[in-house]
């Protein structure tokens, strides 16, 4: 089974794959500034960290609409991958609120879309294999901006 097959399988594999870079950057860090040992691993897993990041907020998007959420559910799920673990946590309780459901609303036989966000993701669910590339590009290209633009920090 695909991770493509339901917004619950995709949402929760990004979320716990955005988790456990954190881990790793959280490795790497201490590495880093408590050790004094390498910096290497900051810069490896800093740049993991990163694109998994990116994956994580457009899965996010993809799944906001495509189920519905709240604007408030919304940006709470794009805010959850910033403290390290909350996508696991809001993973969870998204599911126990019933609001990630084991099937892709907008998907071939589903609803019809309504408006243009909902029209781009059913466009994407409707071709998973062409999403699936799109959403690689999407990542590609966001990372590519991402270090073009620099660090957050100086």
Not at 81 to 89: D, G, K, N, R, S
């Amino acid at each position: 089974m695909s991770i493509l097959s339901s917004p619950l399988r995709l949402f929760r594999t990004v979320a716990v794959a955005e988790a456990v870079t954190w881990a790793l950057l959280l490795v790497g860090m201490f590495l880093k500034y408590v050790t004094e040992t390498t910096d290497v691993a900051v810069s490896v897993f800093g740049m993991v960290h990163g694109v998994v990041f990116i994956a994580y907020m457009l899965t996010a998007l993809v799944v906001w609409v495509d189920q519905r959420w709240s604007a408030v559910r919304g940006l709470l799920g794009l805010a959850a991958a910033v403290p390290p673990f909350f996508t696991i946590l809001f993973d969870r309780a998204t599911e126990k609120r019933g609001l990630l459901d084991t099937r892709w609303r907008l998907a071939d036989g589903g609803a019809t879309p309504a408006g243009p966000a909902e029209k781009a993701v059913a466009g994407l669910l409707r071709r998973p294999a062409r999403a699936a590339v799109g959403g690689l590009v999407a990542v590609a290209a966001l990372t590519a901006v991402a270090l073009a633009v620099g660090p957050p920090v100086g």
